[in-house]
């Protein structure tokens, strides 16, 4: 028999790790919540699916975000983020906080494009929002040599109050949800439950507290949503820390209507290796999990937060907006040949291959009237 290499004996190790923890979570009753399994597999400090090397992102990974795929992506936003900038009278200071900031590539795009611009490469003050710890060393080794005006912090609450832009790409769909199946009349929970076969879904029972917006009505019998209470707590954190300027979130998603339509049986998604897992509660902790990004709640908890909805388009057609043709224009001009055609290869892929991609800028708000409703800071 070959014998395993380090990096497979590793990824065992965390696997059973994992499988560990998550038993321990699930007591006796051998039952667990899906934001809770969600959380454990993705993110258990030291092992989770997000902890681990050489991590998921990338060729060799598991899967590539637009930041992987083109320049194109990184040095648009930042012509975007560079008009904010001078709206706010190009202050000597501007941060941007990345949420979930990953391996730094678009950081990295981010940083070298505001270098091209003038003041407003000077003024720019980079923090990485990273709970990976892993993930967080590898973007700052990646990103040092670029800047000094660089941080890292696990989570947005540690930044204290500021002024400049929250990004965020890929972000929201990789945080916890809670799971729901209609009964035709009301809803209940859907978790996770151990047994000799592994985990399957399994219903809850009642009683935990939802937090945040209350459930839509109830769909036809057989319909299952998730539903983001760990993004409705980061919004709320967005809210409550930026104080003037735009956070422009990324992401795959649609209308709650939309979703409801196209997943009935809801939107969960595991991925390893470039591929669509059907058994998405398989090997917790060596593939990733996601869900669509439900935009008609984010949007409407953002304006009950206090943030107001700017634009919510297509990511292409926002892209386009900012000025991505004259990027692309600027990118091939200084290629060869080769280079240009990649390039264009490159942004075709960007701006077809993330077709259910949306661009959603939300604005710090002068006068904010914050709800009352809604979790704690994330
Ligand atoms: C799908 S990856 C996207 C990475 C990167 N934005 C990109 O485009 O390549 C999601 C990232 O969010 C991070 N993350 C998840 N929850 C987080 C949280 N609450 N605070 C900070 N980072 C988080 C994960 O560790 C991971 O790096």
Redesign the pocket.
Known sequence: MPEASDAETRDARANAAVEQALRHAAGDAGVLSFDRFMEIAL?EPGVGY?ERRPGP?GADGDFY????TSPLFGRTIARRLSAEWQALGSPTTFAIAE?????G??AQTLIEEAGRLGDFGTAVRYVL????RS?AERALERLRPLTSHLRWV??LSELGPFSGAVVA???F???PCRRFESDGTDWREIGVRWSSVGWTFAPLAAGRTLGGPPLPRPGPAGTVIEWPT?AFG?VRAIADHLTRGVALVFDYGASEDEIGQRYPRGTLVAVRNHRAIPNILDQPGAQDL?AWVNFTRLNEYAEAAGLSVVSDDRQSEALGAWGGAEVLGEIVRDADAVEAVRARLAAKNLLFGFSNFRAVVWRAGPARARSSSGPAP?
């Open positions: 993110y997000y992102l975000t637009a930041a992987h949420l979930g900031s990953g391996d590539r678009l929002v990273e709970r990976s993930l696990p989570r790409n890929e972000f769909d990789a945080l760990t980061v996601s994330g």
